[in-house]
């Protein structure tokens, strides 16, 4: 048994969390149409080297860190609960459990989501079987990717502050879209709510902040293209 409220709160948590993740799979499929006619827009525009896949996942999860706003009582950075630090052992088990078998809660039947018609749009037949998966990371690979880079030594660079090193600072993103080989880690609520603290960067609420290696940004500033 348990007398922690916040666990309890997150056992129940867990036992829907399935379900609430299938209807935020619908809420994104309404909306997916304009996502991807925005993301091909975005190729057409910059070039080959874009991937709309990417910018269309990255623009979801921007839409559920904003969403975070709704439920932190006006502050601009959401922290972790504290028993998000250490979740219960159980907990963690029942999330996995209820994924492989499904929500034991009924789950509505509905018609075609609007965003799955778009098979016949320029550009769009090969993204229209896309599905978004809200907790599923970006996979990434090549030599920049290569986990024996990271050690306790290794120095990073908040992607805002390369992007105006590399004279892109007015393109938000820019430099993502460029050059999409280069590591990037996606910081959560916590490492942004201690960025802040340590005045490293603003508190910036939804909005997206990535860490890069320094290591690369000096070698692309070094590089013909930027020196």
Not at 144 to 168: H, I
């Amino acid at each position: 048994s348990f007398t922690d409220p916040a666990v309890s709160m997150d056992l129940l948590r867990a036992v829907l969390q399935p379900s609430i993740n299938e209807e935020i799979r619908g809420v994104f499929n309404k909306y997916m149409k304009f996502f991807q006619k925005a993301a091909i827009n975005v190729r057409d525009n910059v070039g080959e080297e874009v991937d709309p896949e990417q910018l269309i996942q990255e623009t979801c999860r921007s839409c559920l860190e904003q969403a975070k706003l709704l439920f932190s009582d006006g502050k601009k950075v959401v922290p972790r609960l504290p028993h998000e630090q250490a979740v219960p052992k159980r907990a963690r088990q029942m999330d996995e459990e209820l994924n492989r078998r499904g929500s034991p809660v009924p789950k509505k039947r509905k018609g075609r989501p609007p965003g799955q018609s778009l098979s016949n749009d320029r550009g769009v037949s090969g993204m229209a079987a896309w599905k978004l998966k809200v907790s599923e990371p970006v996979r990434r690979d090549g030599p920049k990717w290569d986990p024996s880079r990271l050690t306790e030594t290794t120095t990073f660079v908040l992607g805002s502050r390369a992007n105006k090193a590399l004279g892109m600072g007015g393109t938000r993103g820019r430099l993502y879209i460029k050059h999409p080989h280069l590591f990037k880690y996606a910081a959560d609520p916590q490492d942004k709510h201690w960025l802040a603290e340590q005045q490293h960067m603003r508190a910036t609420g939804g909005k997206m902040a990535y860490l890069l290696i320094e290591e690369d940004i000096r070698d692309l500033a070094a590089s013909d293209d930027y020196r």
